[in-house]
């Protein structure tokens, strides 16, 4: 299992606890439409550049079923072997340029949805522990990028502390 994995399974189930995020905006209607399926876009640097194919229903999916997923689409997109098909109708996109080297990035919203989380890279830090120890802790820097249209900053600050909950304490997402 990869982080990738731990990291779709855990925004699929923050997802339903906060569904404006898995969303699209209609801006003809000027209208939100909320999704009854979470159809997971994972940008993917190829040669011909950024693409974002779509997990499709990967609210559906274990922890094992997203890993084996992630593979198959990012195997797909790095051999150009991905539709127009493939890069539509994605509910939310998740962005990690922690394998560049990148610590923090700002992340464009890929229309028409209303969000995308970002990652950065994961490093081994001192953070102060129980009676301020200094203890060594793997650090990951996660953000967010949301249309003020559909959400509010208030509920994007709750959405990421979801998906960092369950990220400390992977093994349970198994419950889900």
Known sequence: LTLMALLVRAMCVALKKFPILNSTFDDEAGAIIYKEYVNMGIAVDTDRGLVVPSIRNA????????????????????????????????????????????TFATP????????????????????????????????????ISFDHRAIDGVTAAKFTREVVAMLEKPQLLLLY
């Open 108 to 143: 464009i919203i890929n229309h028409p949805e209303v969000a995308i989380l970002g990652l950065g890279r994961s490093r081994r830090m001192p953070v102060f522990g129980a009676g301020d120890v200094v203890k060594a802790a793997t650090i990951l820097p996660v953000y």
């Open 59 to 102: 609210d559906r999916l274990s922890v094992v079923g997203a890993g084996e997923a992630l593979v198959a689409l990012a195997n797909k997109a790095r051999a150009n072997q991905f539709s127009i098909d493939d890069l539509r109708g994605g509910t939310f996109t998740i962005t990690n340029v922690g394998p560049m080297g990148g």
